[in-house]
């Protein structure tokens, strides 16, 4: 069975401080994709990434693909309040269904 | 465009009632996936349909179904209610078009709440 282990479950920080967030699997994807979610919505895709290795920034999210396709991190600077919410990966495989993870809530304080 | 439109945003039943939710996908999509959301499991595969076919199933039981209209327009079905059902019920919508990860646009979701 195909899983996303994400790390930390919670996560409560002050404003300005830097973070990362982590999704690990044993399983190898083709792709992974990183959303964040509020209370009462939906979840909104951020970025998805396809290369090993490969790394993308969207202002101050920067969000890393491992070398083997197995895992992703998603580093945040001077974290906001405005960053507040459920973030959650998810990997794909062709032909197959998409796995998501569990999620991190992740609680800026003010 | 309009985003992923979910009716009804908020429902009650009783168990051993039947449940239908319906989800407009974004125009032009075809592929539209159903997820069932709850605190302890997260966000759980439940089905997904396109061109009217169910392309790929996640495990639940069949009380669980789904179909897909010409108009790409899903309904999810839920019969025999149980506790356990209640969850926040999301559909996202994707042009589906690739056999591969492509990116999903979710509505905001059904509470279904079983009492």
């Known amino acids: 069975t195909q899983l996303l282990e994400q790390s930390p479950q919670f996560l409560s920080i002050q404003e300005g401080e830097n973070l990362t967030v982590y999704c690990n699997s044993s399983s190898v994807f083709s792709s992974l994709q990183w959303y964040r979610q509020e209370p009462g919505e939906g979840p909104v895709l951020l970025v998805t990434v396809v290369t090993g290795g490969e790394v993308k920034k969207l202002k101050r999210l920067t969000f890393q693909f491992g070398d083997a396709r197995k895992d992703s991190s998603l580093h945040i600077t001077a974290a906001q309040p405005g960053d507040t919410g459920l973030y959650l990966c998810a990997g794909g495989r062709r032909d197959d269904k998409i796995i998501f993870g569990k999620g991190t809530r992740l609680h800026i304080l003010p | 465009k309009a985003g992923v439109t979910q009716t009804p945003r908020y429902l009650i039943k009783t168990r051993g009632q039947q449940v239908t939710l319906s989800c407009s996908p974004i125009?032009?999509?075809?592929?539209v996936s159903w997820y069932q959301q709850t605190p302890g499991q997260g966000l759980q595969f439940l089905f997904e349909?396109?061109?009217?076919?169910?392309?790929n199933k996640g495990n639940f039981p069949g009380r669980f179904s789904g179909r897909q209209f010409s108009n790409s327009r899903s309904e999810m079905n839920v019969s025999t209610l149980e506790l356990g059902d209640s969850a926040l019920y999301l559909c996202?919508?994707?042009?589906?078009?690739?056999?591969?990860?492509?990116?999903?646009?979710f509505g905001q979701g059904t509470r279904l709440t079983v009492v």
């Open positions: 996202a919508s994707s042009s589906g078009t690739t056999n591969y990860m492509t990116e999903a646009f």
């Open positions: 349909y396109f061109s009217e076919t169910q392309r």
């Open positions: 125009s032009g999509h075809r592929s």
